[in-house]
Nanobody, 121 residues
Framework: QVQLVESGGGLVQAGGSLRLSCTTS????????MGWFRQAPGKEREFVAK????????SYADSVKGRFTISRDNAKNTVYLQMNSLKPEDTAVYYC??????????????WGQGTQVTVSS
């Protein structure tokens, strides 16, 4: 069973950058379309970005387009999210999951613990 593990979050000032990582303690991520989701306080979890298993194609939510970049290293079984020009509204817990490419909904029923990103103004 795939158990997702996210890391790399922290506290950063607006305009700053962070790089999140996602790996698994069991199974492989390389056969899946992978993505990042986030959940801000009092809000539902939302799609942020996804990347195909080859790493050749990615797509983003409009709110992060041009600022965030998703990538993957299948040899390391790891997916990354480079976040630049961070805004206070990016504050959330960030999660990775496999993504249904048609619906953009998460594929695995279970989630990791997530990683907190806090952007101060």
């Amino acid at each position: 069973q795939v158990q997702l593990v996210e890391s790399g979050g922290g506290l950063v000032q607006a305009g700053g950058s962070l790089r999140l990582s996602c790996t698994t303690s069991g199974g492989t991520l390389s056969v899946y379309v992978m993505g990042w989701f986030r959940q801000a306080p009092g809000k539902e979890r939302e799609f942020v970005a996804k990347i195909t298993w080859t790493g050749w194609t990615s797509s983003y939510a409009d709110s992060v387009k041009g600022r965030f970049t998703i990538s993957r290293d299948n040899a390391k079984n790891t997916v990354y999210l480079q976040m630049n020009s961070l805004k206070p509204e990016d504050t959330a817990v960030y999660y990775c999951n496999a993504v249904d490419p048609g619906t953009l909904k998460p594929y695995f029923a279970s989630w990791g613990q997530g990683t907190q990103v806090t952007v101060s103004s």
